[in-house]
């Protein structure tokens, strides 16, 4: 047999190979990568709980709430994310923030923030303002 | 058996096999989210959430949703725990959240030359991080600008509507935080919330020129944003 043929033969297969990979046989084009992803990402742990996920416990401040005017303030929006304090319980894994910047972030009067009611930095200044203002009512 | 025979079997065999390359599924129902550009007031808790659930780091000047805020034109970006919309002086603002647009035409997809970004059957667009092999043709395709590269895994990163919340029948995280209700997120099947408030009112959605489809909707925004 002449070498050439050898060669010929080796680029068929080499060619031949790789195009089958290609188009039948790689885990893209079965779409196996893809359900071993989607598996993977619907697995993935979640930091944020919904706040019926706090009405076990905490049923009175939740009942406070549903009447209040936050009601439609979810409870990890000013509380941050309560997986840790679902899985610990303890009073250090959630944020109680009584600062006035905690309030602030969404009552500072700003340009262009018109859909709340909204008061100047200086309102009411040096006090907190949950000694005035209850939160949960 | 000859060469010329020889080699009209070894080469229509590739040939064949193109017949047989699956057609990618059909999608059904898909998830959509309504943004009110009215009620936004620009505090930043759904870019705080977002960056939280999804494991993107805190002080990464990019998000997967973030907000900009336009002042009488001039464009301000909010992506990072600091706002900065707080000192600004303006005569008219207002506040427009962004996150990637779900395209049903998506030109990430269509330009990946790996495959790794793909429709799931419910619409939503999703990176798969082990084909990825962080080549940016995505970010230069996106004309949202929702695409980045997330430094610790040195590939595209961007929003997966919580794909691993909507699995579990959860809100996303953004849409969850959000104090004024800015931003509804529902399938958009008939009879669902998001259908009738799109069959109601007048809606508008994010360059419309370059025929993406997105499924985020956009209310009450009068004017045009980048």
């Known amino acids: ?137 | 058996m000859r060469r010329r025979d020889f080699l009209k079997v070894v080469l229509s065999i590739p040939l064949a096999s193109l017949a047989s390359v699956p057609v990618i599924a059909e999608k059904k129902s898909s998830f959509a989210m309504i943004v009110d550009v009215k009620k936004c007031i620009g505090c930043g808790k759904c870019v705080i959430a977002c960056k939280i659930e999804n494991s993107v780091p805190m002080d990464l000047p990019i998000s997967r949703t973030w907000i900009e805020g336009y002042f009488d034109g001039k464009k301000i970006v909010m992506n990072t725990k600091e706002n900065p919309f707080l000192n600004v002086k303006a005569e008219k603002g207002i506040f427009v959240p962004k996150l990637c647009n779900h395209c049903s035409n998506a030109p990430c997809v269509n330009v990946c030359p790996v495959g790794a970004r793909f429709h799931t059957k419910e619409g939503v667009v999703l990176v798969d991080k082990e084909t990825c092999i962080g080549c940016k043709y995505c970010i230069v395709a996106c004309p949202y600008g929702a695409t980045f590269v997330n430094p610790e895994e040195k590939i595209t990163d961007k929003c997966t509507f919580c794909y691993h919340r909507v699995k579990r029948n959860l809100r996303p995280a953004c849409v969850l935080v959000c104090p004024t209700g800015a931003r509804i997120f529902e399938e958009l099947r008939e009879g669902s919330e998001v259908y009738e408030i799109l069959k109601k009112s007048r809606y508008s959605v994010l360059k419309p020129e370059t025929g993406t489809n997105p499924k985020v909707f956009y209310l009450n925004l009068d004017m045009v944003v980048e």
């Open chain 1, 1 to 137: 047999m002449k070498p050439w043929i050898l060669v010929l033969i080796l680029a068929i297969a080499v060619y031949g190979g790789v195009f089958v990979y290609t188009f039948n046989l790689s885990p893209m084009i079965k779409e196996q990568s893809i359900e071993n992803w989607l598996q993977i990402e619907s697995s993935k742990s979640i930091s944020y709980m919904e706040s019926s996920i706090c009405r076990e416990c905490h049923l009175k401040l939740y009942k406070n709430w549903t009447m209040g005017n936050h009601s439609s303030v979810e409870c990890e929006s000013c509380h941050d994310y309560g997986a840790e304090h679902v899985k610990f319980r303890s009073s250090s894994s959630i944020l109680v923030e009584k600062s006035r910047d905690s309030c602030l972030v969404c009552h500072r009067e700003v340009t262009g923030r018109d859909a709340i009611k909204s008061v100047s930095y200086d309102h009411g200044s040096g006090v907190i303002c949950t000694y005035c203002h209850d939160p949960h009512r």
